[in-house]
Nanobody, 116 residues
Framework: VQLVESGGGLVETGGSLRLSCAAS????????MGWWRQAPGKQRELVAT????????NYADSVKGRFTVSRGNDKNTIYLQMNALKPEDTAIYYC??????????WGQGTQVTVSS
């Protein structure tokens, strides 16, 4: 499975960005897709997930009410709409997917920088 992210960039505090992640190359269903992030000097943390079967979403407390994860009609593309961005949201954002065979894949990451 190949995961390709896009949509990162530089934005001011309070601004918005939308990340995209397109999955390709899998013959099996993607059980879960999601977004993680890693800030300099910190561990990678979960941001949001979406279940392939029914579209159930889950968010880290730090982004609830500001970020929204969604998916395209083909269920192999997910998005992360990020609103009311804060400097502490600055990180590399990674797309993550787990197949029905429990194989996990990561994208190459996209940088999000929020200026104060």
């Amino acid at each position: 499975v190949q995961l390709v992210e896009s949509g990162g960039g530089l934005v001011e505090t309070g601004g918005s960005l939308r990340l995209s992640c397109a999955a390709s190359g899998s013959s099996s269903s993607l059980e879960v897709m999601g977004w993680w992030r890693q800030a300099p000097g910190k561990q990678r943390e979960l941001v949001a997930t979406i279940i392939g079967r029914d579209g159930t979403t889950n968010y880290a407390d730090s982004v609830k009410g500001r970020f929204t994860v969604s998916r395209g009609n083909d269920k192999n593309t997910i998005y992360l709409q990020m609103n009311a961005l804060k400097p502490e949201d600055t990180a590399i954002y990674y797309c993550h997917a787990v197949t029905e065979r429990a194989l996990a894949y990561w994208g190459q990451g996209t940088q999000v920088t929020v200026s104060s």
